[in-house]
């Protein structure tokens, strides 16, 4: 389970970080899509075997594609994902962007009403940008974020979402981001978890997914089925230079037991995590044997 850990950073020192964003400021966006797809995308296919070898397994043996369109698609997965990235940091140096949104009036009901709810995630798309597209003026929305990221990024993001009344969590060793977000839940709050990757525990629940049994983390949903919350999945889904599309789907909480609900939650994400993936099947950014 070594591999399936949460622990990756956006790389690069604090001064690339910085004069990326200086960068930002000045340079056409597309320009830098550019260069990314020209000089660095082709290194990190080369170099970084493990991402190069699961992403080329997704497509082949998820997605059925033959050797030479699996071999495009990683590369375009890459281009994708350095895109994404670029967009952050375009939007730490104030750039402006586009959002779709469906689904937004479940998650208004939600956030103007008394009780604490769960919105749950994954690594597709780009669902930082959920924090500058979704309100959160009535009640505080918890974002649990790794701890271990980048100083410069860390710090961009906390001015730009506490702006809109957002905490970050980070993930800690000692467990304790778990009784914060418990309290927050108890408060009336919104939390928000990343469903798709394992995070320090080794509880899991399986689920049917992309045709083959999948691992997801236990906890998420054991969390919003302990609380009885209401839950949304939300996708934020990149199809233009400026352009997302937010996706917002409630999630429904069936079951007797507290196990059944949790392992119900847990396949109704990964059927409509699914769903997004066919749709945008290049924005899939789990770097390592998911299905292994």
């Known amino acids: 389970m070594a591999e399936r850990q949460w622990r990756g950073t956006t790389e690069g020192t604090t001064w690339m970080h910085r004069s990326l964003i200086a960068a930002m400021r000045h340079l ?129 993001r906390q001015r730009i979402l506490s702006e809109n009344n957002i905490r970050m969590i980070p993930v800690r060793e000692d467990m304790s981001h778990l009784f914060i977000m418990s309290n927050a839940l108890a408060d009336g709050e919104s939390v928000s978890v990343p469903a798709d990757r394992i995070l320090g ?14 691992r997801f983390p236990l906890g998420p949903y054991a969390m919003a089925a302990q609380r009885e919350v209401p839950v949304l999945a939300i996708h934020v889904m990149k199809e233009g230079t400026r352009r997302y599309h937010v996706y917002i789907h409630q999630l429904a909480t069936s079951g007797q037991t507290f196990k059944e609900r949790a392992a119900a939650l847990a396949q109704q994400f990964a059927s409509d995590l699914e769903t997004v993936v066919h749709q945008y099947p290049t924005q899939w950014f789990n770097y390592y044997e998911f299905w292994s």
């Open 28 to 156: 056409p966006l597309r320009l830098m899509y550019a260069g990314a797809e020209v000089f660095v995308v082709p290194f990190y296919m080369l170099f970084a075997h493990q991402g190069y070898s699961s992403m080329y397994h997704f497509f082949r043996r998820r997605l059925h594609r033959s050797p030479l369109q699996s071999f495009v698609g990683v590369y375009r997965n890459h281009c994708k994902f350095a895109q994404v990235i670029l967009d952050r940091f375009c939007m730490y140096a104030g750039g402006k962007f586009d959002f779709a949104i469906d689904g937004y009036d479940r998650y208004q009901h939600l956030a103007k009403g008394e009780s604490g709810f769960v919105i749950l995630s994954a690594h597709v798309g780009n669902y930082e940008a959920a924090g500058y597209a979704l309100t959160a003026s009535h009640k505080r929305f918890n974002a649990l974020v790794y701890g271990g990221e980048a100083e410069t990024v860390m710090k961009n």
């Open 201 to 214: 525990s080794p509880r899991y629940v399986e689920c049917d997914f992309m045709g083959a049994k999948a």
